[in-house]
């Protein structure tokens, strides 16, 4: 079985951060590895609180699973302040980590800031230039492009400009766009349009995190980049549609709804 290691945040809820990612690690098969950047206390309202994890904790529980554990393929989520960032890459370049998803996630749903304003330059210094894809949204390719995006063709403006500082390939995603839920993916080269009818739920918490752990479990099982993101866009669609009406706010999407599909589970 293919093994594949989470660095993100802890949901209280369940629907994102290190949560999310489990789940849909075990939705795709592969088994799911966890190190914790911080803990927050968030439900489908809002993110009330959070606390960072000291950075040698950090660093300590990335090396108990390198030095013991083969890693297929890691993604990164919430890394809130600079010092985490900071010890999360250089113990990555350390151990030669490869098929490194990293999920730049600057903001909960609600408006709460989940990286500092000072640690965004330590994040594009850091953590871009090891990934082999990273995943902004259209808010949070904005702030690491510095450019407007209102459409499409700036979509893939700001994926040329991300991809000049480091990472192989970048994957704007589109969700933020009024029209149809286009992502642009692009490999340094090509260009490549990804697109999805518009679900019309509220129901969307976690999607970036089940997103970008989906294309890290693809990676994992082999899959090139360009089928891993095509694979886990066709997921993440399937798992919006099914998605929670939990709670008083946004609910999460569903994990498993073709597993338990498939295996006669009733979900009501």
Same mark, same amino acid.
């Given at each position: ?70 890693? $297929? ?29 990293? $999920? ?162 009733i979900d009501e």
């Open positions: 079985m293919k093994k594949v290691l989470t660095i993100a945040g802890s949901d209280t809820c369940g629907g994102a951060g290190i949560q999310a990612d489990l789940k849909t690690f075990s939705a795709h098969g592969v088994y799911g590895m966890s190190v914790i950047t911080a803990v927050t206390a968030q439900n489908t309202q809002g993110v009330f609180a959070v606390q960072d994890i000291l950075p040698e904790i950090i660093g300590q529980q990335i090396d108990a699973i390198f030095e013991d554990i083969q890693v $297929d393929a890691l993604k990164i989520g919430m890394v809130s302040v600079i010092d985490t960032i900071k010890i999360i890459g250089s113990k990555l370049k350390f151990y030669g980590a490869t098929n490194i998803v990293l $999920d730049p996630v600057m903001i909960s749903k609600s408006g709460f800031p989940l990286l500092q304003p000072d640690a965004r330059e330590a994040l594009i210094e850091h953590l871009l230039p090891l990934a082999t894809i990273v995943t902004p949204n259209i808010p949070e390719a904005e702030v690491i492009s510095g450019e407007r995006i209102t459409k499409i063709e700036e979509m893939k403006e700001a994926a040329r400009m991300i991809a000049s500082l480091g990472p192989t390939y970048v994957l704007v995603k589109g969700g933020h766009l009024e029209e149809e839920a286009t992502d642009i993916l692009f490999d340094g080269k090509l260009f490549y349009e990804l697109k999805a009818p518009r679900l019309y739920t509220k129901n969307t918490h976690g999607t970036g995190c089940t997103l970008s752990a989906a294309i890290a479990s693809n990676l994992a099982k082999g899959k090139d980049v360009a089928n891993a993101v095509k694979a886990s866009k066709k997921y993440i669609t399937t798992a919006i549609n099914h998605s929670f009406a939990i709670g008083k706010g946004v609910g999460p999407t569903h994990h498993f709804y073709e597993i338990y599909t498939k295996a006669g589970i």
